[in-house]
């Protein structure tokens, strides 16, 4: 028989465990409200906040093939980074007009930037002034020449342009002309296909205005080529399709107008019934065995059907530099 102690401890000790276990039980529960309102925000007293998406922007792009498999190593000449400013323009010169003698046997090649307000960035570019640039006071033709995707402003470069420049003018097959190597925001290049805020619009508002401001340069169209390679090749259409007012030569080299997938108003595809067309010089090559070798075809048909003359040449080869 316990003692009245012993029945006290039991009782208190009773008690003991009952707290205890109401208080677990409070807990849980108090623990399984809180998860309810996490899995389930509507039910709680704090509605969660819509969510809103934008959708990226629409880009009309152009599908470009893998790297070239050839490129011939080059060092690039050494020349100055800052660009001569023109002062005193001459008036246009004529053909066989009497200029300084000079002994220049290889033009100056430079770089230079300029600020895009297209891109809000600073672009680079390459330049070639012809020899004798510095001593004479006439006007040259300018050439545009754009880079394959992967590529950069160096592209052209690389290739061996100037190198044939200078030859070709030491034999009498070139005149004398200003080349220009244009770098691109890589945005603008790829993921846009002309009209405003493109690498068109860059080109054309910002690049032509800024050479001919700086260099002697022939502004009449007949006096101003443009030509790419590759994707290059697909901005050069458009861009001297659209501009004849600029460009009065357009050359479009293994050209991939068959993975362009720009909407009408500024696919060279189908710029073909422009009478203005007629009245440029148009090249057009490709490789036989390239992968654009069908879009360059198609726009050779294109452009027969339309009546528009131009050249068109197909070389033994793949895609690449060679």
């Keep these: 028989m316990s ?3 012993q029945s006290v401890r039991r009782r208190l000790t009773s008690c003991w465990v009952t707290l205890i276990v109401i208080l677990l039980i409070l807990d849980a529960t108090l623990a399984l409200i809180w998860l309810r309102g996490i899995l389930s925000p509507s039910d709680g007293p704090f509605p969660t906040p819509a969510v ?3 959708p990226p922007p629409l880009r009309t792009a152009v599908a470009i093939l893998p790297s070239p498999t050839h490129r011939p190593t080059r060092t690039p000449r050494p020349r100055p980074t800052v660009a001569p400013r023109s002062t005193s323009l001459s008036p246009l010169t004529t053909p066989g007009a009497e200029q300084p003698q000079c002994q220049d046997t290889t033009g100056q090649v430079m770089d230079n930037m300029y600020h895009s307000r297209v891109s809000d960035n600073e672009e680079s570019y390459i ?11 006439r006007r040259y033709p300018t050439l ?3 880079h394959g995707a992967y590529e950069d402003y160096t592209h052209w470069e690389s290739l061996g342009t100037f190198e044939a420049m200078d030859e070709g003018l030491r034999t009498g097959k070139y005149s004398p002309a200003i080349i220009v190597l244009p770098s691109g925001d890589d945005q603008l290049y790829a993921d ?10 860059q080109i054309v508002k910002e690049l032509v205005p800024i050479m001919d401001r700086l ?22 259409l458009e861009i001297g399709f659209l501009h004849p007012d600029l460009f009065g030569i357009v050359g479009g080299h293994s050209a991939c107008l068959n993975l362009n997938k720009a909407p009408p108003g500024y696919d060279p595809l189908k710029m073909t019934d422009k009478l203005t067309l007629k009245a440029q010089r148009i090249w057009l ?10 879009g360059v075809n198609d726009l050779h048909t294109a452009l027969e059907q339309s009546g528009v003359a131009h050249q068109y040449e197909i070389w033994p080869g793949v895609h690449d530099d060679a």
Excluded: H, K
């Excluded at 330049?127 to 006071?137: F, G, I, S």
């Design 127 to 137: 330049v070639y002034l012809p020899p004798c640039y510095e001593t004479d006071n």
């Design 285 to 294: 090559d490709a490789s036989d065995r390239d992968g654009c070798l069908q």
């Design 144 to 146: 545009y020449l754009i």
């Design 3 to 5: 003692s009245p102690a």
């Design 215 to 236: 260099f002697r340069t022939d502004p009449r169209p007949e006096m101003r080529a443009i030509g790419g390679i590759s994707r290059g090749g697909v901005w050069s």
């Design 192 to 201: 846009t296909s002309g009209g405003t805020a493109s690498y068109e619009e």
């Design 52 to 54: 809103t998406v934008t």
